[in-house]
Nanobody, 124 residues
Framework: QVQLVESGGGLVQAGGSLRLSCAAS????????MGWFRQAPGKEREFVAA?????????YADSVKDRFTIFRDNAKNTTGYLHMDSLKPEDTAVYYC????????????????WGQGTQVSVST
C-alpha cells in the first residue's frame, strides 16, 4: 500500500505563502484522487482541496478557493502539492494529504490512506 509523506509546513506571516508537498513513497500514486485536509486544535478535520490524479479536475473548499492551488508533478507521478497564497491566521492547522478511490470527494471517511501531517502556522 502506498504511503504518503507531507512536507513544507512552517510559520508564516499573514498574507504570505507556503507550498506543501505530498510524496507517495515506494510506488506511483494509483488512487483516483489526492486530497488535502486540515485540522485545527479542538476542531474536526476539514476538506481543503482535491485533485483527480489521472486528469486535471480539482475541487476546493469555499474557504480556500482563489487562494490555494492543488496540483501534481506530471513528470514524477508520485508527488502532489498544495500551494497556499494570501494565508490567514485561520488557516493555521495541521495539514494532511490523503488518497481516495473516489473522484474529488470532500468526505474525510472516504480517504483510505493518510500522511502524518505537517503543521502550518500563520501569525498576525
Amino acid at each position: 500500500q502506498v504511503q504518503l509523506v507531507e512536507s513544507g509546513g512552517g510559520l508564516v506571516q499573514a498574507g504570505g505563502s507556503l507550498r506543501l508537498s505530498c510524496a507517495a513513497s515506494g510506488r506511483t500514486f494509483s488512487s483516483n484522487s489526492m486530497g488535502w485536509f486540515r485540522q485545527a486544535p479542538g476542531k474536526e478535520r476539514e476538506f481543503v482541496a482535491a485533485i483527480h490524479w489521472r486528469g486535471s479536475s480539482t475541487h476546493y473548499a469555499d474557504s480556500v478557493k482563489d487562494r490555494f492551488t492543488i496540483f501534481r508533478d506530471n513528470a514524477k507521478n508520485t508527488t502532489g502539492y498544495l500551494h497556499m497564497d494570501s494565508l490567514k491566521p485561520e488557516d493555521t492547522a495541521v495539514y494532511y494529504c490523503a488518497a481516495c478511490p473516489h473522484l474529488l470527494s470532500p468526505v474525510v471517511g472516504l480517504y483510505h490512506v493518510w500522511g502524518q501531517g505537517t503543521q502550518v502556522s500563520v501569525s498576525t
